[in-house]
């Protein structure tokens, strides 16, 4: 097989398994969700090896380089090595991840210092309420 030189960007997007559908990736193509070098593109323009892509799937954004071209869709592995995430994406979206899981937790970042009421009612959730002596 002849070695790829372009593919389209929503035939990419569904072989790399950014979306299940290529009709999925068009829509977030031309919703603005898919970014190709920082701007707003249409799903046939043709990329190659070297774009840098910003890819927002619900409150999750990716940074990809392309490193490989398919036109077909193949297992997941494969896909994995049609690109490579930049490493401030990675760390981001780990934030971001541990973010969600504490508000889920039912904790969330004070924008103020406690109050002396606030550090009261910390003290008894860590360390349980003890009877004063």
């Known amino acids: 097989m002849a070695e790829l030189e372009s593919v389209r960007l929503d035939r990419w997007l569904w072989a790399a398994r950014f979306f299940k559908t290529r009709a999925q990736a068009k829509l977030a193509i031309e919703g603005g969700r898919v970014l190709l070098m920082q701007a707003r ?3 046939a323009k043709e990329i190659g090896i070297g774009r840098e892509l910003t890819i927002r799937r619900g409150n999750m954004t ?5 490193t490989g071209l398919a036109v077909r869709r193949g297992s997941a592995t494969i896909a994995q090595t049609l690109y490579r995430e930049s490493d401030e994406s990675i760390e981001l979206r780990e934030l971001d991840r541990s973010r969600r899981m504490m508000e889920q937790a039912g904790l ?11 550090r009261r009612e910390l003290k008894k959730l860590k360390h349980g309420s003890q009877p004063r002596e």
């Open 41 to 43: 593109t249409k799903s």
């Open 62 to 66: 990716q940074i990809v380089t392309v």
């Open 108 to 118: 969330t970042v004070p924008s103020t210092r406690p109050t002396k009421r606030d």
